[in-house]
């Protein structure tokens, strides 16, 4: 099986930042793209950032230029680096990956069980 554990998530003010952490395991050969989502009280989920396995991100508009992710392959980590937070980003921020169990399997995908990020006014 494989698991992914977020960590990092917290009470900041307006205007802090905050840096939340994706920790995949278990049977792993490869991930190939991973993500962050995030579900607002009330509000459907919403795609966040994507980075693929070389590093490519793309970014929803309301976070450009704040939020920047990177990853750790060797790690199988990934990293969301959020700055300069407003009240409308708290939410529930989920990762996700598309992991290959073993060479030449199907890809398979994986949710996080979220962690709350809250920013206050």
């Known amino acids: 099986q494989v698991q992914l554990v977020e960590s990092g998530g917290g009470l900041v003010q307006a205007g802090g930042s905050l840096r939340l952490s994706c920790a995949a395991s278990?049977?792993?050969?490869?991930?190939?793209?991973m993500t962050w989502s995030r579900q607002a009280p009330g509000k459907q989920r919403e795609l966040v950032a994507t980075?693929?396995?070389?590093?490519?991100?793309n970014y929803i508009d309301s976070v450009k230029g704040r939020f920047t992710l990177s990853r750790d392959n060797a790690k199988n980590t990934m990293y969301l680096q959020m700055n300069s937070l407003k009240p409308e980003d708290t939410a529930v921020y989920y990762c996700n990956a598309l992991v290959l169990r073993r060479a030449g399997g199907p890809l398979n995908n994986y949710w996080g069980q979220g962690t709350q990020v809250t920013v206050s006014s």
């Open positions: 980075i693929t396995s070389s590093g490519s991100t």
């Open positions: 278990g049977s792993i050969f490869s991930i190939t793209d």
